[in-house]
């Protein structure tokens, strides 16, 4: 158990425990390989279940809503100070909850009700915070939607244009869940300025290969807003984090507290505070070169073994495998399979996937977990042979077993940090 204050749970409510010790040995003999997923530090671990938990802190460093505020105001104060370092900008706000509140607070705090936001299309990368039918934000606002060229699965600058004329946006939003290529920023930044709109990065995936120096920074192409999850390729806690331009600060401050949210997490804000500290070390650009080495070994291996790759490879941390093509099976058999041997990933939709969402065509699987256990290219190799293995052999039980059991083994290797 990763925390002493969590043996008390083992005969205050076992039933908790239980769930507890099971999900630390998933973690443990298992490798995550969703891209979205990470292991945090032990000292964030830590200050997730410390005494911040306790405290309300409603409002910013020095206009506070309630007293005692002398810890609080040191570890937000610093919280933002690092950001703005680590990703070049000017202003930073710590506090939404995770990232899609974020987003939120970012619409409501910088466009009116019913203005025209142009985004990428969920079902081509996009995110569900990005104006899918089914969120709330695609009620509130206008969203219109690019997707990605049908040739080659990349973003077509000329349609975004294209499109950008024709629907005169307040807000050009970019960035993706499920996209294996880097961003042409400087071609945003010129399609928004030619219809006089805002430019936004939703850099949530993939922000810790931007603060490791390994992705263009979009603060070095004139972006405006960038929003990040806090939890994936950062390796922090659940939450999420707004940067700007000092133009727009005041404006998402307000946007964030009073106006979407109360009291803010002071125990997360810490361990974001931890988290960017630890971005600013030569060993966090280290990691995340390993992880972009780590994802192009894997998608050299799946090309070497004829699996289809949506867009032919990756750029970041991520691909996104037609297993539809290249196995007969679609996605949520895929997932299942590839679970039952201790390999985490998740089903996919793919651009203009023909199949129901809860059945897609593809999965989707990235390296910045397994890369902050330590694993490199040859693990990399090795757990895409398995995979490609048991896809092509879906009910071959005896095959399963044995590869679970090397999984395991190469696991044992590798020990997930604050654990063991
Ligand atoms: C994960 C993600 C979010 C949402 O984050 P939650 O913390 O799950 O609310 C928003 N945008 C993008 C691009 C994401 O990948």
């Not at 690092?82 to 995770?98: G, I, K, M, T």
Request: aromatic share 8%; glycine share 10%.
């Amino acid at each position: 158990m990763q925390h002493p204050y969590l043996d008390l749970l083992e005969s205050t409510d076992p039933q908790i425990h239980a769930a507890l010790t099971g999900e630390e040995n998933r973690q443990r003999l298992g490798i995550e390989l969703i891209p979205s997923e990470n292991y945090t530090y032990p000292e964030v671990l830590g200050t997730l279940g410390s005494v911040f938990t306790n405290k309300y802190a409603e409002g910013y460093p020095g206009r506070r809503y309630y007293g005692g505020q002398q810890f609080t105001d040191v570890i937000e104060t610093i919280a933002r100070e690092r950001a703005c370092q680590v990703f070049r900008c000017e202003h930073a706000n710590v506090q939404p909850l995770s990232g899609s509140p974020m987003n939120q607070a970012v619409y409501l705090g910088l466009l009116e009700p019913g203005d025209t936001i142009l985004a990428m299309d969920l079902s081509h990368g996009g995110h569900l915070t990005h104006g899918a039918p089914v969120s709330h934000m695609g009620r509130i606002f206008n969203f219109v939607r690019y997707k990605t060229n049908p040739v080659d699965g990349s973003i077509d600058y000329d349609e975004v244009l294209e499109i950008a004329r024709k629907t005169q946006p307040k807000l050009v939003l970019c960035g993706y869940t499920s996209y294996p290529r880097d961003i042409d920023y400087d071609a945003f930044k010129r399609i928004a300025d030619e219809v006089g709109a805002m430019t936004m990065v939703d850099a949530s995936h993939f922000a810790g290969l931007v603060a490791g120096g390994v992705l263009e920074n979009p603060f070095d192409h004139g972006f405006d807003v960038m929003t990040t999850t806090s939890h994936k390729s950062l390796r922090g806690p659940r939450g999420g984090m707004i940067l700007c331009r000092k133009e727009f600060a005041a404006r998402i401050d307000k946007s964030v507290f009073p106006g979407l949210q109360g009291g803010p997490h002071m125990n997360v804000i810490a361990g974001i505070a931890i988290t960017m500290g630890k971005c600013l070390t030569p060993e966090f650009g280290d990691y995340a070169k390993q992880v972009l080495l780590n994802a192009r070994a894997m998608a050299e291996t799946f090309l070497t073994e004829g699996v289809s790759l949506v867009t032919g490879g990756t750029d970041n941390h991520m691909i996104v495998a037609n297993t539809q093509d290249s196995f007969g099976l679609d996605g949520r058999v895929a997932e299942e399979l590839l679970d039952a041997i201790g390999i985490t990933v998740n089903k996919q939709i793919i651009p203009d996937d023909t199949n129901p969402p809860l059945r897609p065509s593809g999965i989707r699987i990235g390296t910045p977990a397994a890369t902050t256990r330590g694993m490199k290219e040859e693990h990399m190799r090795t757990l895409a042979g398995w995979m490609v293995k048991t896809l092509r052999n879906p009910s071959d039980s005896v095959l399963h077993a044995s590869i679970k059991s090397d999984v395991e083994a190469l696991c044992r290797q590798f020990p997930v940090p604050g654990l063991d």
